[in-house]
């Protein structure tokens, strides 16, 4: 359920949360428990010890959890304004990985979060607008969880936390406002903790900065076209069998971006992320 300096929180079908450290074994192996880990644990009066570890059914090095059934982006309109790139990067890690992914834009009661909310749900992911001071879009929020395993992911102060307050006032979970002081940003949420909330678990994160982007994990190319969901009908469309959907001739991708069919910031990010990883090597991975 969380894990902070070395210790980790398991929770039992009992419902009773035990403090547990890993077997040693695992340090040698290079291998450190994730929240979202299935687990054995063993007990005796005074310590708990994690001796086994499930096969994982996907994993995340950031937010750092495992065996996910949704990742939920957190964006905000503005305080700060949505990075799309930042967003498409991580709809695409996402589906790389089997986890569903949704878009959340927060703080609509700044600004209007239509525009960003169509792109979205174009493109085939659900998507939709929240806001934890009017409470619009909370009900929905809710409904995403239920009966799936989650973790929320976003900048610093868009406001994770406060949602998942909102949602339920009993969690009363820190937030703060962003510190320009500090240059990056203050963390408000410091560990990662899931929660178990109206019949599905949801992991709350500490927020990224911009910067922690650079070593993002990477998307082989020629899985990359299968990470954009709106791409999925008009594969093997193309003139050229090796069409690598950056504006060759005969390509349907680039045509449905003309037509308007598939958001040309998507396009963008897709070519963006192509681009980074053409050199590389599946060997390299
Ligand atoms: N106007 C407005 N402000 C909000 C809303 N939700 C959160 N905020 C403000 O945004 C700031 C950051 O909120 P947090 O919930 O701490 O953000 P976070 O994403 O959890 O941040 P980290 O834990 O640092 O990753 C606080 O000052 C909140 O009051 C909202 O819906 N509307
Ligand atoms: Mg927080
Ligand atoms: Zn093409």
Redesign the pocket.
């Known amino acids: 359920m969380k894990s902070t300096a070395g210790f980790y929180y398991v929770r039992s079908e009992d419902g009773e949360i035990t403090e547990c450290r890993a077997r040693g074994v695992f340090r040698k192996q290079k291998i450190t428990p994730l929240v979202g880990d299935k687990v054995s644990i063993e007990t005796d009066e005074t310590r708990g010890t994690v001796t086994d570890i499930y096969e994982r059914k996907n994993s995340l090095i950031r937010p750092p959890v495992a065996n996910l059934d949704k990742l939920i982006i ?1 964006s ?1 309109v503005a ?1 700060p304004a949505p990075n799309l790139p930042i967003i498409d990067k991580l709809t695409a890690m996402a589906v790389d990985k089997n986890i569903e992914p949704v878009v959340v834009f ?5 600004s209007d979060a239509s525009g960003y909310v169509d792109i979205y749900q174009k493109a085939g992911i659900e998507s939709f607008a ?5 409470g619009e879009g909370i009900e929905k929020f809710r409904n995403i969880f239920e009966s799936s395993v989650c973790a929320l992911t ?10 998942l ?1 909102a949602v339920d006032p009993d969690l009363a ?6 510190s320009n002081k500090l240059g990056r ?5 410091r560990t990662v903790e899931l929660y178990e909330l109206f019949g599905g678990y949801i992991a ?4 990224f900065s911009s910067l922690d982007f650079e070593n993002i994990e990477i998307i082989l190319k020629e899985n990359l076209q299968f990470c954009f969901p709106e791409f999925d009908k008009y594969i093997g469309q193309c003139k050229f069998v090796s069409c690598a959907h950056i504006g060759e001739k005969g390509c349907r991708i680039c045509e449905a971006v003309k037509n308007g069919e598939i958001p040309e910031s998507r396009h963008e990010s897709y070519k963006m992320m192509y681009d980074e990883v053409k050199d590389y090597k599946e060997w390299e991975h």
Do not use: C, Q, Y
Not at 106 to 110: A, F
Not at 130 to 134: A, I, L, M, Q
Not at 173 to 178: K, P, Q
Not at 204 to 207: E, K
């Open positions: 957190i905000s305080e927060s703080k609509s009661d700044l929240v806001s934890s001071k009017t976003g900048n610093t102060g868009v406001g994770k936390s406060s949602i307050n979970l820190a937030t703060a406002h962003i940003g203050r963390h408000t949420t709350d994160t500490p927020g």
